[in-house]
């Protein structure tokens, strides 16, 4: 796979389903903006992979003998986030893992599957990142071992999130590069990662309800005396439950406990780097402030900020680092 085609897919798929990340990786260096495209690319294929149960191979014309002819084997996501593990670990390992599945994949995946292994490779990131990842991923697949479509508490929220967000985060800090050691940066861009994901979770609780997930916990909607039938009730009628509006407005305060706790630790990263993640902090912070501003209508739209919000806050972050006496942020 040539390296810059492959880039060039990455930063695509970047444009076209992370807007938001997309617009703050124009504020970092272009040695940088390919790999994150690269690490976003990875994320996105892995979670479409996980939006579909199974994938029919209708390509593969491999039948159960080995001979040519056969039927078109059925691969399950379960199957196909163990086969994205094993091509990462023979890819970082210079080897070679194409079984005929491997056709099941999305038609993305070779040329992310060169990206991420050149930027691993030369960000020096630890592979157990994306294992961890993977195996968050594997929570949210029927069938398999770790699957999980409801969350207790905050504490089964969380570990489902130190692999969804939490070792995103972890995979982007030596990319960004840090003023002191590393271990240093990775409890902030943790919880950057978190928070992120947490606004995601508040944002889309209808589309969830559609898919059969709650993302939220039990535990902290019982709480404000929300359950799943008043859920399903609001998602119906399109209307927000004043109980729901309690419950969300205290999920969006803990959600700003994560941005604070994110934001004590930019500036543990190198310079040039730090408008880039306060943009993408104070745009992702601020579809918190739509869902207030909205009535916490999440039943009926879906919490965006505008584009020129957008483009004024990563303008902001730029002028903001280049004056005198700010750099370091």
């Not at 040039?272 to 993640?277: H, K, L, N, Q, S």
Request: hydrophobic share 45%; glycine share 6%; proline share 6%.
């Amino acid at each position: 796979m040539d390296l810059p085609r492959a880039y060039r897919r990455c930063r695509d798929i970047a444009a076209a389903h992370g807007r938001t990340y997309h617009l703050a990786t124009r504020l970092l260096s272009a040695q940088q903006r390919p790999a994150v495209h690269a690490l976003y690319a990875f994320a996105r294929v892995v979670d479409d992979i996980v939006d579909v149960d199974t994938c029919r191979v209708d390509t593969c014309r491999v039948g159960p003998d080995g001979g040519d002819g056969g039927p078109a084997p059925v691969v399950s996501a379960v199957d196909l986030l163990d086969l994205v593990e094993a091509q990462v670990r023979a890819a970082l390992g210079g080897r070679v893992h194409a079984p005929a599945s491997a056709r099941a994949l999305p038609q993305a995946w070779p040329a992310v599957l060169a990206a991420l292994t050149d930027t691993v490779r030369r960000f020096d990131i630890d592979p157990a990142h994306f294992w961890t990842f993977l195996d968050s991923m594997r929570m949210d697949v029927p069938g398999s071992p770790l699957f999980r479509d409801r969350y207790a508490d905050m504490a089964e929220l969380t570990e489902y999130m130190r692999g969804s967000a939490a070792a995103i985060g972890l995979q982007l800090v030596p990319v960004l590069g840090t003023v002191g050691p590393r271990a240093e940066a990775e409890p902030a861009a943790a919880a950057l990662g978190e928070a992120f994901q947490l606004t995601n979770f508040l944002r889309d609780v209808a589309e969830d309800l559609d898919r059969g997930r709650i993302y939220l916990p039990a535990e902290e909607l019982a709480a404000f005396g929300v359950d799943e039938d008043l859920l399903a009730h609001c998602r119906a009628s399109g209307e927000t439950d004043p109980r729901v509006r309690r419950a969300l407005a205290h999920l969006i305060e803990l959600d700003r406990a994560y941005y604070r706790r994110a934001e004590a630790g930019i500036d543990l990263l190198a310079p040039r780097v730090r408008p880039a993640i306060r943009t993408a902090s104070v745009l992702y912070a601020g579809i918190l402030e739509r869902i207030e501003e909205s009535g916490y209508a999440v039943f009926r739209r879906r919490a965006v900020v505008p584009r020129r919000r957008k483009l004024a806050v990563a303008a902001g972050q730029v002028v903001r680092a280049a004056l005198p006496g700010r750099v370091s942020g």
